[in-house]
């Protein structure tokens, strides 16, 4: 699982990295969505860092540079919160999904939802090497 939770970091990292980018440079929003805003900045600036956070991790863990538990911690807990943060603005869009319906975005979904998407699986991933690792502590205790 190490190396599909980072080859999904780096695709949550591209993807937020593209959204954040265009924002920045052109100050309009990728795929004319809505752009929302979290303590003034755009929310893919976030979600840029989140999952920079978790790539990094998520690469010391597969070079082995980092404590399995350690790394298994921080991606749980950061994934978690990229849960939380897309999540809200997830609920947030639904008005206008139902309003305008699931072809009004580019990949069917807002681009919040689908980061919330990567979260989710990054997160399932995690756990379940966390549990696994915790059972390997048990057996070798």
């Known amino acids: 699982m190490k190396k599909t939770i980072l080859t999904l970091s780096i695709a949550g990292i591209l993807f937020s990295g593209y959204l954040s980018g265009v924002k920045l440079f052109s100050q309009t929003c990728a795929f004319n969505e809505t752009c929302p805003y979290f303590l003034g900045y755009p929310a893919c600036y976030f979600g840029f860092i989140m999952f920079a956070v978790i790539t990094l991790v998520a690469a010391w863990r597969v070079f082995g540079k980092v404590n399995e538990k350690l790394a298994l911690t921080a991606l749980l ?13 997830t609920l947030g869009e ?3 999904l139902l309003e305008q319906g699931f072809s009004s975005y580019v990949f069917g979904l807002p681009t919040c939802a689908l980061g919330l998407i990567f979260y989710l699986l990054i997160f399932a991933f995690s756990l ?6 915790k059972k390997l502590r048990k057996a070798t205790a």
């Open 77 to 89: 807990t950061v994934s978690f919160m990229g849960i939380l943060f897309a999540g809200y603005f």
């Open 94 to 96: 639904i008005p206008l």
């Open 128 to 133: 379940q090497d966390y549990r696994t690792e």
